[in-house]
Structure formats: C-alpha cells, structure tokens
C-alpha cells in the first residue's frame, strides 16, 4: 500500500488517501533532509491537523504546490505517509523505498540548505556542493531510483535537474 496526499490544498489542509497496488495514480515524492525532532510533520500530526505549525510543514506545502504545477493530484512524503507508530508499516516502508521512488512520475529534491534568493547561478551552486543532502545514507537511492529528479532551494526555486546538474552532481559524489 501506499499512502498519498493530495495535491491541491483543501482549505489549507492536505489529505491522505490509501492506495493498493494496481490502483496506485502518479504522483510525485519529495527527497529532504530530516530537520531536528518534533520539526517535522509527522503522520499523527497531519491525521490530527496539528502539523501547520511545525517547520517541516513548508516542505509538505512546497511538495503539494509543486506536484499541482506540474499536474499531479498526489504527492508522497516520507516524515508524514508513513504510521511510524506501527513496526509493520514502518518495516513495508522501509522494504518499498526503492520502489516509490522508481515508481514516481517525478522526485523533487528540497534542499533546505541552499538559497537561491536574488543570487545568481555560481552563488547557489557553492551552496549546492555543499549541501546536506549529499551526505545522507538514502541519497544514492533517490537519486537513482525515479527517473525524472529535480533539485529546488529552499524558497522553492528550480535549480535544475538530475541532467542539467550533472557535472555538480558527479564532482560532489
């Protein structure tokens, strides 16, 4: 199974939907760095509608109004899709983490450590190099597993693609 949102906001709300197997839409799933505990939006926090006012929460927005632009309904987030008070779920998850990623239409990578704010192209690339995201242990996997990858900063700006990056991507790994 896998549990999605949806991509439009409901009254500023995100909703999760279960889908099994065959009956699975496209959507699109976000790669991030994890920031400190009780940041982020966890799954309890989004069933209960406590989540907006924790940081990771822009995120989710980010997620939802990119996948929307792009013209999809849903999107998958790992810190709030997935029941970690359940070992069973958590243990599905963990096991079917390649394959949501290979299965997205699209990867969006939020890099939460690179601003692209009113700078120009060899400002954010240093910040690029340097980012968190390279030296996490499920990076190799998000980077391989969905075909279409896309790297967005921090205000939500595309700073380009898994093609287009290429050269940045191969110097830093």
């Not at 920031?35 to 006012?53: A, C, H």
């Not at 690029?128 to 597993?145: D, I, M, N």
Request: charged share 25%; net charge negative.
């Amino acid at each position: 199974t896998l549990s999605l949102h949806d991509a439009l906001p409901i009254y500023d709300e995100f909703n999760l939907r279960e889908f099994f197997d065959d009956s699975i839409p496209r959507y699109a799933i976000l790669s991030h760095t994890w920031r400190l505990d009780g940041e982020e939006v966890s799954f309890k926090d989004l069933t209960e509608g406590t989540g907006k006012k924790k940081a990771g929460y822009s995120k989710i927005q980010f997620c939802g109004e990119q996948a929307a632009n792009d013209g999809l309904q849903y999107f998958w987030v790992d810190t709030c899709c997935i029941d970690k008070s359940s070992s069973a779920e958590l243990s599905e998850a963990i096991n079917s983490m390649f394959l949501w990623y290979r299965n997205a239409a699209k990867c969006y990578v939020y890099l939460a450590d690179v601003s692209a704010d009113g700078s120009d192209k060899l400002m954010w690339e240093s910040a690029f190099l340097e980012s968190r995201w390279f030296s996490r242990g499920w990076t190799l996997q998000e980077l391989l597993a969905p075909t279409l990858v896309e790297f967005f900063s921090l205000e939500g700006k595309q700073l380009g693609d898994k093609k287009s990056l290429e050269r940045q991507i191969y110097e830093r790994t």
